[in-house]
């Protein structure tokens, strides 16, 4: 149990420490933490005088195997937002800086509202939609809606 404990506790470390810009965890890691917990639970409210031995041995054999079960690759790369553009976007450091930007504030739980602006042309809305086409393939959100807001000033 207490290399079980360790095994989980250097897994949730591994997943606070992925970088959410360039990593996605893989499904199968989080189901394996589930069932982990539940297994530690089990283990913890065993009274071993109480249970039987074939049962025992039924558990040891369950822990030793959900030791050795976490052999699929722990995360996968987040392609670049070039792969989730529908055009030939090229990244220059200043797109990527501004995606970024974008990237954070679309976490950032206090932010209400984000508004981008710039000349016509200058790729805003490419932006836009591919990073919602980013965000749809990490799951951050339930929906992602599409909306083109035009706003004309005159001075």
Not at 15 to 32: G, I, L, Y
Not at 53 to 60: A, E, I, M, N, S
Not at 106 to 119: K, P, V, W
Not at 130 to 138: P, Q, T
Request: a positive charge; glycine letters at 4%.
């Amino acid at each position: 149990m207490n290399r079980l404990v360790t095994n989980r506790d250097l897994v949730l470390d591994k997943v606070e420490t992925t970088h959410k810009k360039t990593e996605k965890v893989s499904d199968v890691v989080f189901e394996w933490l589930n069932e982990t917990k539940l297994l530690i639970q089990q283990l913890e409210n065993l009274d071993a005088q109480e249970i039987p031995r074939k049962q025992f041995k039924r558990l040891v054999k369950k822990v030793m195997a959900q030791n050795t079960k976490l052999l699929e690759p722990f995360s996968t790369p987040i392609p670049s937002l070039e792969h989730f553009s529908s055009g030939n976007i090229v990244c220059f450091k200043s797109r990527e800086k501004a995606s970024d930007q974008l990237f954070d504030a679309l976490q950032d739980e206090s932010c209400s509202t984000i508004g981008l602006y710039g000349r016509e042309g200058s790729g805003k809305t490419t932006l836009v939609k591919a990073m919602g086409d980013k965000v749809k393939y990490l799951e951050i959100f339930h929906e992602v809606l599409f909306v083109k807001v035009y706003l004309k000033i005159q001075i």
